[in-house]
């Protein structure tokens, strides 16, 4: 993988995040400053296996900064699971000339790109695109800031008609391995109580909780459920509230694939830049099989095999913090 970088591959894998076409446009335009060519491979892996691949220019990213979604599309593709699928994707590339992979994905995709880099020798380089922040090696990824901010923005409107009708809102964020999301949404609302996968939920305390609220008159409470919690989603624990509480009106309302869309945010535009433009810089500094991840504001490059999903536990200060906040 020692030899100079001439042509560059880009795709998005996996579940879309705002900011993936940010991340585009970077490594476009600065793979076109340092005079590689440079082609958009759509659909994913699957686009590698089916030869969709076009070139893409400096006009093929104008006017997308601001896009949700990619324009690259995305899917997955279980004949690249296999190695003739590989075998296949690494032809078309080959007839092509291609001799460096961008991927914008998660953990999933860049499994994939290693095992694809260690079977063809191509130098892949990841970017970490997933609104679940769940990524081991970085602060951040593309995506989060903006589906956090969506969440923020609809309960804060959930908020209003709980508070007109004294009703016991339970809203299910998207975070089905991981409770960034719900945590993040839910002290920015102030919410009563939130539920994660990375903590047990004790549901006799919710109960007890909620009791000791109808005593102090306190009837407007949101409770965040992130869809991976351990007892279920929002709509297992009605059903549970109701039984134990039937007196609490009890409403449901589950986000869903909104936070997904939408504009990107400022800080979601900003960090897939600057990820996008050191994803580039890596394959001409020969740094390759890597990911670009963000730790205290600097860039830094792990490993793809180390980009596991992070299974960590969310500190009890945290959770203190929450409970106090909602008293």
């Given at each position: 993988?020692?030899?100079?970088?001439?042509?560059?591959?880009?795709?998005?894998?996996?579940?879309?995040?705002?900011?993936?076409?940010?991340?585009?446009?970077?490594?476009?335009?600065?793979?076109?400053?340092?005079?590689?060519?440079?082609?958009?491979?759509?659909?994913?892996?699957?686009?590698?296996v089916n030869d969709?691949?076009?070139?893409?220019?400096?006009?093929?990213?104008?006017?997308?900064?601001?896009r949700g979604g990619?324009?690259?599309?995305?899917?997955?593709?279980?004949?690249?699971?296999?190695?003739?699928?590989?075998?296949?994707?690494?032809?078309?590339?080959?007839?092509?000339?291609?001799?460096?992979?961008?991927?914008?994905?998660?953990?999933?995709?860049?499994?994939?790109?290693?095992?694809?880099?260690?079977?063809?020798?191509?130098?892949?380089?990841?970017?970490?695109?997933?609104?679940?922040?769940?990524?081991?090696?970085?602060?951040?990824?593309?995506?989060?800031?903006?589906?956090?901010?969506?969440?923020?923005?609809?309960?804060?409107?959930?908020?209003?008609?709980?508070?007109?009708?004294?009703?016991?809102?339970?809203?299910?964020?998207?975070?089905?391995?991981?409770?960034?999301?719900?945590?993040?949404?839910?002290?920015?609302?102030?919410?009563?109580?939130?539920?994660?996968?990375?903590?047990?939920?004790?549901?006799?305390?919710?109960?007890?909780?909620?009791?000791?609220?109808?005593?102090?008159?306190?009837?407007?409470?949101?409770?965040?459920?992130?869809?991976?919690?351990?007892?279920?989603?929002?709509?297992?624990?009605?059903?549970?509230?109701?039984?134990?509480?039937?007196?609490?009106?009890?409403?449901?309302?589950?986000?869903?694939?909104?936070?997904?869309?939408?504009?990107?945010?400022?800080?979601?535009?900003?960090?897939?830049?600057?990820?996008?433009?050191?994803?580039?810089?890596?394959?001409?500094?020969?740094?390759?099989?890597?990911?670009?991840?963000?730790?205290?504001?600097?860039?830094?490059?792990?490993?793809?095999?180390?980009?596991?999903?992070?299974?960590?536990?969310?500190?009890?200060?945290?959770?203190?913090?929450?409970?106090?906040?909602?008293?």
């Open positions: 993988m020692t030899k100079k970088i001439t042509k560059i591959g880009i795709l998005t894998s996996g579940g879309d995040s705002p900011g993936m076409n940010a991340a585009i446009r970077a490594v476009v335009r600065t793979a076109l400053y340092n005079k590689l060519e440079v082609f958009g491979i759509n659909h994913g892996y699957m686009g590698m969709d691949i076009t070139p893409m220019d400096g006009r093929s990213v104008a006017n997308i900064i601001q990619t324009i690259l599309k995305t899917s997955r593709c279980k004949e690249f699971l296999e190695y003739e699928g590989r075998k296949k994707a690494f032809d078309n590339l080959n007839k092509k000339g291609i001799d460096g992979l961008v991927i914008i994905g998660g953990d999933g995709s860049f499994r994939g790109a290693q095992i694809f880099s260690n079977e063809f020798n191509i130098p892949c380089i990841g970017l970490p695109g997933t609104i679940d922040k769940d990524i081991a090696g970085t602060d951040y990824t593309i995506g989060f800031d903006t589906a956090t901010n969506t969440a923020v923005e609809a309960i804060d409107k959930i908020r209003d008609t709980a508070d007109a009708h004294d009703r016991l809102f339970l809203v299910e964020v998207m975070g089905r391995d991981a409770g960034y999301i719900a945590l993040h949404s839910g002290i920015a609302t102030g919410a009563e109580n939130i539920l994660i996968p990375e903590r047990k939920t004790d549901l006799e305390e919710i109960i007890l909780s909620l009791e000791e609220k109808e005593k102090r008159k306190k009837l407007v409470n949101i409770i965040i459920v992130a869809e991976g919690d351990e007892f279920g989603g929002a709509n297992d624990l009605s059903k549970y509230i109701k039984e134990k509480l039937p007196s609490l009106e009890v409403r449901v309302c589950i986000l869903g694939h909104i936070q997904r869309g939408g504009a990107p945010s400022c800080m979601d535009r900003v960090l897939a830049s600057r990820m996008g433009y050191h994803a580039v810089e890596c394959l001409l500094e020969g740094k390759h099989n890597v990911f670009v991840g963000i730790v205290n504001n600097k860039m830094h490059y792990i490993p793809l095999n180390e980009a596991i999903k992070k299974k960590q536990r969310i500190s009890d200060d945290w959770m203190k913090m929450v409970k106090i906040l909602a008293t």
